[in-house]
């Protein structure tokens, strides 16, 4: 059975940083394609960042240069740092893994709020 748990979401100034984790059960970081998507009130859950098992990355637009994605194979976890946070930065942040099937975890709320 696969579980994903993140953690690490909350409340952070405009500019500030903060650092999610998905730490995985049933399946392996490092074999799987790892995602970090997000989804805002009232619009569709987009993809952030995903780094593939071969170590390449991919980074949506609106996050290249400010946020990095990461695992760690030893504790079969994934991160997600993000810096330079901004307003439109707030949504519900889900970790993804894709080998054969779709998984995801239930989410972490991160508010970038003055």
């Known amino acids: 059975q696969v579980q994903l748990v993140e953690s690490g979401g909350g409340l952070v100034q405009p500019g500030g940083s903060l650092r999610l984790s998905c730490a995985a059960s049933g399946i392996s970081v490092g074999i799987a394609t790892m995602g970090w998507y997000r989804q805002a009130p009232g619009k569709q859950r987009d993809l952030v960042a995903r780094?593939?098992?071969?170590?390449?990355?991919y980074y949506a637009t609106s996050v290249k240069g400010r946020f990095t994605i990461s695992r760690d194979s030893a504790k079969n976890t994934v991160y997600l740092q993000m810096a330079s946070l901004r307003p439109e930065d707030t949504a519900v942040y889900y970790c993804?893994?894709?080998?054969?099937?779709?998984?995801w975890g239930q989410g972490t709320q991160v508010t970038v709020s003055s």
């Open positions: 993804n893994a894709v080998y054969t099937f779709d998984y």
């Open positions: 780094i593939f098992n071969g170590g390449s990355t």
